[in-house]
């Protein structure tokens, strides 16, 4: 398996941005399919982002548009620019990886987690 480390959370306003990172190490980084969850208090893990072996990127309806996802290969390391944020995007969120094929939004199909990073959007 492959092990994963998010940093880049913070505390942010409204309209502001923040760029999260996800480390990975272990195995071949660019054999995986990598992804972003979130979890609010009291709410179930929700899918984010997530980016194919090829480069692929999809989202979440709720944040299409305002939040990237990307992966640099020799880094061994996935991101996820978040902009425009809204008080509704704060969560813990949580860098995810898989070796399946395809798009998942499903949590549990992903075969390794970081242990998250607290994302805070003051309105």
């Known amino acids: 398996q492959v092990q994963l480390v998010e940093s880049g959370g913070g505390l942010v306003q409204a309209g502001g941005s923040l760029k999260l990172s996800c480390a990975a190490s272990?195995?071949?980084?660019?054999?995986?399919?990598m992804g972003w969850f979130r979890q609010a208090p009291g709410k179930e893990r929700q899918f984010v982002a997530a980016i194919l072996r090829s480069g692929g990127g999809y989202y979440a309806d709720s944040v299409k548009g305002r939040f990237t996802i990307s992966r640099d290969n020799a880094k061994s390391t996935v991101y996820l620019q978040m902009n425009s944020l809204e008080p509704e995007d704060t969560a813990v969120y949580y860098c995810?990886?898989?070796?399946?094929?395809?798009?998942?939004?499903?949590?549990?199909?992903?075969?390794?987690w970081g242990q998250g990073t607290q994302v805070t959007v003051s309105s």
């Open positions: 995810a990886a898989r070796l399946g094929a395809g798009i998942t939004r499903t949590p549990g199909l992903f075969d390794s």
């Open positions: 272990g195995r071949t980084f660019s054999s995986y399919a």
